[in-house]
């Protein structure tokens, strides 16, 4: 009797673990493939309780959720010789369980190392302006590139992004100097532009103050009733410049031009009287006065010419010349 018992018992176990090693539980989220004797059966398992064949069948569940994958950075040189440090997200999904699991052997470590070169690839045919400026273009190449040998493998590549794009710290400073060049350039120009503008106001403004002269006053009122409005000790007093051209005209039309004569002293005309013969080249024979010292000197009689003599002619020294 217990022996029979016993029998009764492994037949119950046996035929429990036959029956759990013959159903399967597939999620909504995943798709069933099975092999039979290792052989693929066409029909792919949907989410549900799915009985196989105990000891015959061996299922393999395959997710077909979006999957993202982290690619990390890739230093690359781009198309105008600048050493980058560029890293992205990959987001797919699996479209044709079958093919991703008999076409490749582990999917995701394939779809990385696909997007790892991928990667340096489409980095080292764009420059770093392109990188920086149109990442959609960039991203749209990449994720082309990385779909076309994807597809065998059942997998299908919804988004690909660039996360971030590591530059050199002098590559740094040098973008940091153009952009710093480049605003002050437009402040520049919006300062010329308002000067013009200003400037053209101001042209109307003293247009219509010319035509309308009480407007010149109404507004220099203006100033003065602005200053006086401060807390302040300065005391501004309006004086019209018409005025002061009316004194300088008036000043300018009373005063008669004289012509001064000229004044010549009594010892700048002796010192006329007597001069060099050094100096004076002429040819002919030199006639000099003698004059006798003035009336007030106490060394002579006064003054006056005492006899009128020719001077025998003095060799003129050419070095004098």
Do not use: C
């Not at 029909?43 to 999957?67: E, N, Y």
Request: aromatic letters at 4%.
């Amino acid at each position: 009797m217990s022996v029979l018992l016993i029998i009764l018992v492994v037949i119950v176990l046996a035929g429990l673990a036959t029956v759990s090693s013959s159903v399967r539980m597939v999620q909504q989220y995943q798709r069933g493939v099975v092999l039979r004797f290792g052989r693929l059966l066409p029909a792919v398992r949907s989410p549900g309780l799915r009985v196989i064949v105990p000891f015959a069948d061996r299922m393999t569940k395959v997710s077909i959720q979006t999957i993202v994958l982290d690619v990390p950075s890739q230093g690359t040189i781009t198309r105008d010789n600048v050493t980058i440090g560029v890293d992205a997200v990959v987001y797919f999904r699996v479209e044709d369980p079958v093919k991703a699991t008999i076409n490749v052997e582990n999917y995701l470590q394939a779809t990385s190392q696909v997007a790892q070169t991928s990667l340096r690839s489409v980095i080292g045919r764009a420059d770093l302006d392109t990188l920086l400026s149109d990442r959609d273009r960039i991203n749209g190449e990449l994720k082309d590139v990385i779909d076309a040998p994807t597809e065998d493998w059942g997998i299908s590549i919804d988004r690909v992004e660039i996360k971030d794009i590591s530059l050199p710290e002098g590559m740094r400073r040098s973008m940091s100097r153009q952009a710093e060049a480049e605003r002050d350039r437009r402040a520049r120009v919006i300062n010329a532009d308002g000067e013009y503008q200003a400037s053209a106001k101001l042209a109307q403004a003293a247009g219509a103050m010319e035509a309308t002269p009480g407007a010149l006053q109404l507004r220099l009122l203006q100033t003065v009733v602005d200053v006086a409005a401060e807390k302040n000790s300065t005391l501004v007093m309006p004086f019209p410049v018409e005025l002061l051209r009316f004194f300088e005209h008036a000043t300018g039309a009373d005063t008669p031009t004289r012509a001064a004569a000229p004044v010549v002293s009594t010892d700048q005309a002796a010192a006329d009287a007597v001069r060099d013969p050094a100096v004076d080249a002429a040819p002919s024979h030199l006639e000099e006065t003698d004059f006798l010292p003035a009336p007030d000197s106490p060394d002579g009689p006064p003054a006056g010419p005492v006899s009128d003599r020719r001077l025998p002619p003095t060799p003129i020294d050419p070095e004098q010349r």
